[in-house]
């Protein structure tokens, strides 16, 4: 079965350091990849997708995602985190062969000033 | 991207009560999709409404519980019949655009006393 897993319910971080949010998946071919961010009270915003090419990957807001086909994971950076940049993460596969998408359980960042 | 409105944003009913939530996209799209994020969790698609033939459900989700309206191509609406507090959640509508990404509305936020 294809899924996808966030194993941290919550990351903290403090204000200017790095930030990773982890996602690791189980596809069968090549997955199609995507972050997404929501914001209290807000629907999700699309951030970052891989489909293809390079491993690495940017998005809005200054995000990034590293593609790693032999660790089947997808992890969400950024260089320097901010405050505003505390929301609610998901990390989400499409099944292939259809137009349906599989999302993660979210990982809750905390950026402490 | 898609500019997706939703009415409406929030909701109080009562058990044993139907509401209709409806779903605007800013230009045509072939299908729109329902998800229910409930508190705490996930989002899990509900349905795949296609213009001009009936929705699509997933498993667990009912057209009776849950009909949909697709008139045209821009618009559709999902309604939460004979509610319960387990109906609880957030309902979120969603289209595909360019290569493969999904894009969502606000959401409607629904509680049911």
């Known amino acids: 079965a294809q899924s996808v897993a966030q194993p941290e319910d919550q990351v903290n971080v403090a204000e200017g350091n790095p930030l990773t949010v982890k996602c690791t998946y189980s596809?069968?071919?090549?997955?199609?990849l995507f972050w997404y961010v929501q914001y209290p009270n807000r629907g999700l915003q699309f951030l970052l997708k891989?489909?293809?090419?390079?491993?690495l990957v940017k998005g809005s807001y200054g995000f990034e995602a590293e593609f790693n086909k032999s660790q089947t994971s997808f992890h969400l950076k950024k260089p320097s985190a901010l405050v505003s940049d505390s929301a609610l993460y998901f990390c989400a596969v499409r099944v292939l062969g259809t137009y349906k998408y599989i999302f993660g359980t979210g990982t809750r960042l905390k950026v402490l000033a | 991207s898609a500019v997706i409105s939703q009415k409406p944003s929030r909701d109080i009913c009562q058990r044993g009560t139907s509401l209709t939530i409806q779903c605007q996209v800013d230009?045509?799209?072939?299908?729109m999709f329902w998800y229910r994020q409930q508190p705490g969790q996930s989002l899990t698609l509900i349905a795949t409404a296609n213009q001009g033939s009936e929705a699509t459900y997933e498993s667990g989700f009912v057209i009776d519980k849950f009909p949909i309206s697709r008139p045209n191509l821009t618009f559709s609406t999902l309604t939460v019949s004979n509610m319960s507090p387990e109906d609880s959640s957030i309902y979120l509508c969603s289209v595909r655009r360019g290569q493969e990404t999904q894009y969502f509305g606000p959401g409607t936020r629904l509680l049911v006393l």
């Open positions: 230009s045509q799209v072939t299908m």
């Open positions: 596809v069968s071919g090549n997955p199609y």
């Open positions: 891989y489909i293809t090419g390079d491993n």
